[in-house]
């Protein structure tokens, strides 16, 4: 059974800080990550995908990724008011449909 | 970027109606699109996939016959719920995949509201 594993939080940090988002997965053929940011009342916004090993930045965006130990996180630098949302983790098998599997998200909460 | 729109974005309607959501590609070719349901603080809950020319898989315990997914094109598909009841008041958000990279993205959303 395909699961992905997220702590709900409310994971609190103060503005300026590094806000470090984990998630784990169970399935090893596992290829494909993203990170998803869902403002309450809105619709997921896709905001870091990441396919292999090791780090990728995008601003004060920076995803890890572990096929070893199957986790990937998220770190955001600086956090922001802005940034208080619900980060939701999506992995996709190789080979199969394409269907991503979803953690229930970690509700983030930066306060000034 | 990709971007996904969906329409209408609220509907209000009465017990017993039928309601048409419409969830559009615009700027890509998607031969993949999911239908979502979410209600208040809860998790996404993925209702079906749908592809290109061909019938939809929905997940286990969503009845077909009441969210009918049609999706005409590479950068149409429509969610049709019939014979709507209060219970079916959610939030209903479409996704396209762009398959080269397995990303999804997703439309805004529709709110529904039956009476």
């Known amino acids: 059974q395909k699961e992905v594993e997220q702590n709900s939080g409310p994971l609190s940090v103060p503005e300026g800080a590094i806000a470090s988002l984990n998630c784990t997965y169970s399935?090893?053929?596992?290829?494909?990550f993203f990170w998803y940011r869902q403002y309450s009342g809105k619709s997921p916004e896709l905001i870091m995908s990441?396919?292999?090993?090791g780090d990728k930045e995008d601003g004060r965006f920076t995803a890890q990724l572990n096929k070893a130990s199957q986790y990937v996180s998220l770190l955001i630098r600086d956090s922001q008011p802005s940034d208080s949302a619900t980060y939701l983790c999506?992995?996709?098998?190789?080979?199969?449909?394409?269907?991503?599997?979803f953690g229930r998200g970690t509700s983030l909460i930066v306060h000034p | 970027g990709a971007v996904v729109s969906q329409h209408p974005s609220r509907v209000i309607c009465k017990s017993g109606t039928s309601v048409k959501i419409e969830c559009r590609s615009l700027?890509?070719?998607?031969?993949?699109m999911f239908w979502y349901r979410q209600f208040p603080k809860k998790s996404l809950m993925l209702m079906a996939t749908?592809?290109?020319?061909?019938?939809?898989?929905?997940e286990q315990g969503v009845e077909k016959d009441k969210f009918l997914i049609n999706h005409a094109s590479l950068t149409l598909s429509t969610l049709t719920v019939t014979s709507a009841h209060p219970e079916d008041s959610s939030f209903y958000i479409c996704?396209?995949?762009?398959?080269?990279?397995?990303?999804?993205?997703f439309g805004p959303g529709t709110r529904l509201t039956v009476l």
């Open positions: 996704s396209a995949g762009r398959d080269t990279y397995n990303e999804q993205f």
């Open positions: 399935d090893r053929v596992s290829q494909s």
């Open positions: 990441i396919y292999s090993n």
């Open positions: 999506a992995v996709v098998l190789s080979g199969g449909s394409y269907i991503p599997t």
């Open positions: 700027d890509f070719q998607a031969t993949t």
């Open positions: 749908s592809n290109e020319g061909s019938k939809a898989t929905y």
